[in-house]
């Protein structure tokens, strides 16, 4: 994890929420995925509309992606960049996430995203998430097939 303008402390909260966050997005554990969120999170998902505002909207949308990838899933952070100023923090990093199919087989792809986390009483929460994938302009459709 690549770190810039951060204190030792800093790098390792920021570290610990990210990864907690990740791990808890692999295990599916939803309550646990949006402790991780301030209350007015806004955020840009790459399935779904536009934006989600707020914890609630965005948690109801976490509950419809696991009720679509019911088997085991993929969800890992790769090489993450933490620029961190006062109170404000960004995350960007690659993102490999899959799920199983109907015949057990592991699909996945790669996707991008940038977190933005803010400092509340000694806690950092994401206040902005944007997940996306890169698009063919001729063709319309997502690039699912790149490989980091």
């Given at each position: 994890?690549?770190?810039?303008?951060?204190?030792?402390?800093?790098?390792?909260?920021?570290?610990?929420?990210?990864?907690?966050?990740?791990?808890?997005?692999?295990?599916?554990?939803?309550?646990?995925?949006?402790?991780?969120?301030?209350?007015?999170?806004?955020?840009?998902?790459?399935?779904?509309?536009?934006?989600?505002?707020?914890?609630?909207?965005?948690?109801?949308?976490?509950?419809?992606?696991?009720?679509?990838?019911?088997?085991?899933?993929?969800?890992?952070?790769?090489?993450p960049t933490i620029l961190v100023s006062g109170e404000l923090a960004v995350s960007y990093a690659l993102l490999h996430c899959g799920g199983t199919n109907e015949q057990g087989q592991m699909e996945s792809s790669w996707m991008r995203v940038t977190?933005?986390?803010?400092?509340?009483?000694?806690?950092?929460?994401?206040?902005?998430?944007?997940?996306?994938?890169?698009?063919?302009?001729?063709?319309?459709?997502?690039?699912?097939?790149?490989?980091?």
């Amino acid at each position: 994890m690549n770190t810039k303008h951060a204190t030792a402390e800093q790098q390792q909260q920021i570290r610990s929420v990210l990864d907690d966050w990740a791990q808890a997005s692999q295990a599916k554990d939803v309550e646990r995925i949006i402790s991780h969120y301030a209350d007015d999170i806004v955020a840009f998902d790459a399935v779904g509309p536009l934006r989600f505002v707020g914890r609630d909207a965005y948690k109801a949308h976490w509950d419809f992606c696991m009720t679509v990838c019911p088997g085991p899933s993929l969800f890992e952070l790769h090489q993450p960049t933490i620029l961190v100023s006062g109170e404000l923090a960004v995350s960007y990093a690659l993102l490999h996430c899959g799920g199983t199919n109907e015949q057990g087989q592991m699909e996945s792809s790669w996707m991008r995203v940038t977190q933005c986390l803010q400092q509340f009483g000694g806690q950092w929460r994401i206040v902005h998430e944007h997940f996306s994938a890169p698009f063919d302009m001729e063709s319309g459709k997502a690039s699912f097939d790149l490989q980091p």
